[in-house]
């Protein structure tokens, strides 16, 4: 049974920092596109960051030089480092495992809230 579970969200001031975890268990993490989205209230989910199986990492305009993802294979899981916290990054932050053959799999999410 494939599971995604993130960890790290909470309570940060603007300009603040936070690390995101996805750790997964069923699936190897380097077989699928991992990805972060996020969903803020009233608002549709939106992909935050993508890091490919070859390693090849994307990110949205908006989270461009202050977001980045990463991969831990040994440890088989993604994280996402936000640095520079603005509010409109306040959102429910979900994990996902995309694979064209293999099924596309989510996380529960973990609240993200930037606020002072």
């Known amino acids: 049974q494939v599971q995604l579970v993130e960890s790290g969200g909470g309570l940060v001031q603007p300009g603040g920092s936070l690390r995101l975890s996805c750790a997964a268990s069923g699936l190897i993490v380097s077989n699928y596109a991992m990805n972060w989205f996020r969903q803020a209230p009233g608002k549709q989910r939106e992909l935050v960051a993508t890091i490919t199986s070859s390693g090849i990492s994307n990110y949205a305009d908006s989270v461009k030089g202050r977001f980045t993802i990463s991969r831990d294979n040994a440890k088989n899981m993604i994280c996402l480092q936000m640095n520079s916290l603005k509010p409109e990054d306040t959102a429910v932050y979900y994990c996902?495992?995309?694979?064209?053959?293999?099924?596309?799999?989510w996380g529960q999410g973990t609240q993200v809230t930037v606020s002072s």
């Open positions: 996902r495992a995309y694979g064209p053959y293999s099924g596309t799999y």
